[in-house]
């Protein structure tokens, strides 16, 4: 059964800095991983998507890795701003199973 | 333009009342899905439809009843609703199902259901 961790739960971090969000997984069968960001109240939006045969995706300040034989993907923000401050998860489809498992999340909050 | 938008955002009731979800995607996606979000903000899939044949179906119970009239549309309808499916309620949509190359899924804003 696939679970899957974020850690840390919550994060908070001066502007500028650049940070490292991470998530395991159990099973490193997987068609895809997503990640996504949720702003209070609202619904998921997608940042990055990696089909099982890549290694990174990259989308302006983010880039996100996927090591399937270690059961890991990181999400690089860089230069991180107030408006990145929001709730990010990452969702593991494993093969065979055809639907997305979700970690809790991770809080990130950037102060000004 | 909305992509995915749901109706009501919010739906306060009491319990064993009947009630609906709205779901409607304007993406031409083939596949839509409904997702639970509990109060510890976890997510977890309840239902898949690709081209409005069921294919995901999790364990939930028979209460709640998804109906796709098109391929536009998941609607989500709960029978004698209890305190416990409080909960915000998404629905998302893909190109794709989920063993497909181009399965970036899209939410919409979500919907807060209130039993009380």
């Not at chain 1, 395991?24 to 991983?33: H, P, R, V, W």
């Not at chain 2, 179906?57 to 309808?77: G, I, M, W, Y």
Request: charged fraction near 20%; include cysteine; glycine fraction near 6%.
């Amino acid at each position: 059964k696939q679970e899957v961790t974020q850690i840390p739960a919550a994060l908070s971090v001066p502007e500028g800095e650049n940070l490292v969000l991470n998530c395991s997984f159990t099973d490193s069968a997987i068609y895809n991983l997503q990640w996504f960001r949720q702003d209070p109240g609202k619904g998921l939006t997608s940042l990055l998507l990696i089909q099982s045969s890549q290694r990174e995706q990259t989308s302006g300040r983010l880039n996100a890795s996927l090591d399937k034989s270690s059961g890991r993907s990181t999400l690089y923000i860089a230069a991180s701003q107030p408006g990145d401050s929001a709730t990010y998860l990452c969702a593991v489809s494993t093969s065979g199973t055809y639907k997305y498992i979700f970690g809790t999340g991770t809080r990130l909050k950037v102060l000004a | 333009d909305t992509a995915v938008s749901q109706t009501p955002k919010y739906l306060v009731t009491q319990m064993g009342n009947d009630k609906s979800i709205k779901c409607e995607q304007n993406l031409g996606h083939d596949t839509m899905y409904w997702y639970k979000q509990d109060s510890k903000k976890f997510l977890k899939i309840m239902f898949s439809y690709n081209n409005k044949e069921l294919i995901i179906n999790e364990t939930v119970p028979n209460r709640f009843s998804p109906k796709s009239p098109d391929k536009a549309h998941l609607n989500l309808h709960i029978n004698s609703l209890e305190l416990g499916d409080s909960a915000v309620y998404f629905c998302a949509s893909s190109q794709e199902p989920v063993w497909g190359l181009r399965f970036e899924q899209y939410f919409g804003p979500g919907t807060r259901l209130t039993v009380t």
